[in-house]
């Protein structure tokens, strides 16, 4: 008679599959012509294409789905348009009802939805019911509460219009709830595409949709492949475009959108870091990277891709790594059992073929269990590649699929390094069973998620987004409702002068000509530039002259070329220790930067009024309080702490967003500089800043008063030039992080376009944005200057 510690080692697992009769019926009522939800109706494609969508555990064709035209997209659209007047303006209450019904027609059709998922894009059972429905709901839920509370909780904000939203097929219907509810929670009206591998189950939601009678035109799902998605891009009635896929198409959609005006969130590739030290708990650090990398195939944005284990413990983890992948199942998805499904099209098992072989070919050792992978369909096995260089394609390339590299490391350091070693920024996981280590480590790695002792947890109250190449914007709680409102006063026209220097009527003779500090006359001076801390002449030489109101030279400037500018940048980078200055201490140094430019009140005032012909004194005044307040902001923008439901703390910080290039306006020159430059600097960033053209004797007089003020060289550097010479520079600087235009001239589509080399964060703003005070003007400004990077910590036994 067997033992039962012999039936435990012997024990085989049975099938157990999750009964399918219930979809394939639905699928068989339809799977010549799925056909598209526009305007609350079942429509046919334009052109009559319809095109295949396979089942990837066997291959068989599931259905046929509708190509959307350029005139399906136009109709969807103009539905959309038609829609938004009512759904905008219906009391909160009235839409939050319609998301909750969705979240509970989510939760009654909770089986059907994930084994259609499972179906359609080959991810086990257990994750599509488990995981990925329940997620739904669960963002439905939340964002009825957003509608609920929008007016109270995001005042002077109005909805955008109609949103263009582009999914992919690696989570289809979470990707479509995590589009759709905040979105609609907005007010907005939707046109989303699922990706053309995934159709059916945002084809069961416009059914669910249209089954409780959902206003026609709020929600309208097209179907199709790229160039459906490309007519939604280029179409000029969406207001907003929102894109989740790969980071080559959202750098064309970048580019597409550069200068239209419409608002865009990016959410891209990843190759995130999961860095083991050497007190972590190593067998829960194997659960974690199955979850990590073979979730979902590994076919997962924020997948953590690559192991970075501390040396004295590498070898022991490769070696539970390998017992642990001998035991993981890969299958049928239907099968509750299974640990790893399908891949979702023979082009992306092609790829991750290819990517691993070109691994082996640059040294890598490649390891997979002994067992073999069903022959149907398209399946991976789950792949550990060791004595991987950092820089090795596999070390950089996001593969996904089931597979991940492994290097080591020494010091606390080196993990840092090595985690930032990539383009991407969109998660890292953190082992240790050192709270202290971990959370110093946590926000030295650029990311917007950055999970402890656990990987892959998401929530709605929770944001989700990249930094860097990863994309920008964020997906879920209050961050994420950002994404589909605007402030109200982006659409009032932009007065030139501000009212409070307006108000003040030029007083007697304007100022004859410039004085310097020490009396002397100004007009000879040549400024220089102010790069490190340093006052230093132009690289070529040239200066250009300052022309004042009443047509006299008030003096010459430096005319910055390329090389300026990348001296400027490094400086910047040299000084990013002040992003780890307490907030304090950069509210402190603007304060005292304050106290000195009131000193100088009467000769700013001179400067000011001599190149404007207003009442200089007035926009120093300004200027003075402007920089109360950002000092005041430095210590109170402070992060959150998000109510999500697992045995955690989720902390919302807010970090700067790093080196941000400044175009200032030409509009009150002083207080433009101010308005741009200092938020900037209260949150941590350094700047790169071109203040105004025509009249820039103002900010390159601020050199001494920045110099008293005990701010640390390279957190602001001062560029004067021309700025068709000087913008594209900084827009295409791929070391620079962000990129704020203020010049109202119509340049930023140029910023936009160029800003798609590293996917910087760009801001084009109306001069008024800086000049004009209000509260939700300081907001955006202080939104701007951060980055919001969620940290889970869990706690418990
Ligand atoms: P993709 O980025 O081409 O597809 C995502 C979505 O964009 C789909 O709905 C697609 O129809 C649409 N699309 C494609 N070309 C477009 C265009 N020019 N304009 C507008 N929309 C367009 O991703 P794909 O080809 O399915 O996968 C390729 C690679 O991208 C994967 O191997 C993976 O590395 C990465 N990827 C990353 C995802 C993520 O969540 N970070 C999701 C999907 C893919």
Sequence with gaps: MSKVVDLFESLDYGPAPENADAVMDWIEQKRHAVRMYIGGEWREPDGGEYFDTHNPATGAVLARVAQASEGDIDRAVTAARAAFPAWSAAPPHERARWLYALARQVQKNARFLAVLESLDNGKPIRES????????????????GWAQLRDSEFPDCTPLGVVGQIIPWNFPLLML???????????????????????????????????????????????????AGQYIVAHRDIDKIAFTGSTEVGRLIRQATAGTGRKLSLELGGKSPFIVFDDADLDGVVEGVVDAIWFNQG??????????????????????????????????????????????????????????????????????????????????????????????TIAQVEIFGPVVVMMTFRTPAEAVRLANNTRYGLAASIWSENINLALDVAPRVRAGSVWINCTNVFDAASGFGGYRESGFGREGGREGMWEYLRPAFAEEPAAVTPPEIAAHAPSGPRPPAVSSRDGGPGIDRTR?????????RPDQGYVMSVTGANGENLGDVGVSNRKDIREAVEAAHRAAGWSRA?????????????????????????????????????????????????????????????????????????????????VCPDEAPLLGFIGAVFPAVALGNTVVAMPSERSPLAATELYQVLDTSDLPGG??????????????????????DGMWHFAGDGGGAEVERLSAGNMKRTWIGQPAALTHRSPARTRELLRHATEIKNIWIPYGE
Aim: net charge negative; proline share 5%; with cysteine.
């Design 715 to 736: 957190v602001v550097n001062i560029v004067t030039g021309v700025r068709t010479d000087l913008v594209p520079v900084m827009a295409a600087h791929d070391d620079v």
């Design 582 to 662: 307490t907030a304090y201490n950069r509210a402190q140094v603007i304060y005292f930067i304050a106290e000195n430019l009131a000193a100088r009140r009467a000769e700013f005032g001179g400067i000011v009024g001599a190149m404007t012909g207003v009442d200089g004194e007035a926009e120093v005044e300004a200027a003075v309080e402007r920089l109360f307040e950002f000092a005041a902001w430095a210590d109170k923008y402070d992060g959150a702490v998000h109510a999500t439901p697992f045995r955690n703390v989720t902390l919302a910080m807010r970090e700067p967003v790093g080196v941000i290039c400044a």
């Design 299 to 392: 076919q997962v944005c924020c997948a953590g891709s690559r192991i970075l284990a501390h040396e004295g413990i590498a070898e022991t983890l490769e070696a539970k790594l390998r017992a642990r992948m001998e035991g993981l199942r890969v299958g049928d998805p239907l099968d509750k059992a299974i640990d790893i499904g399908a891949i979702i099209a023979p082009i992306q098992l092609e790829r991750i073929e290819r990517l691993v072989e070109r691994g082996r070919e640059e040294g890598a050792v490649i390891w997979q269990p002994a067992w073999t992978r069903p022959r149907d369909g398209w399946f991976y096995p789950p792949t550990l590649c060791t004595n991987v260089a950092p820089a090795a």
């Design 129 to 144: 019911r488990d995981i990925d429905v329940p997620l739904v709901a669960r963002h439905f839920h939340h964002h009825a």
């Design 177 to 227: 709830a995590w589009k759709v509810a905040p979105a609609l929670a907005a007010g907005n009206t939707v046109v989303i595409k699922p990706a053309e591998y995934t159709s059916l189950t945002a084809i069961r939601f416009a059914e669910l949709c249209d089954a409780i009678g959902f206003p026609p035109g709020v929600v309208n799902i097209v179907t199709g492949d790229g160039r």
């Design 528 to 536: 220089k530039l102010y790069i490190g801390g340093r006052q230093v």
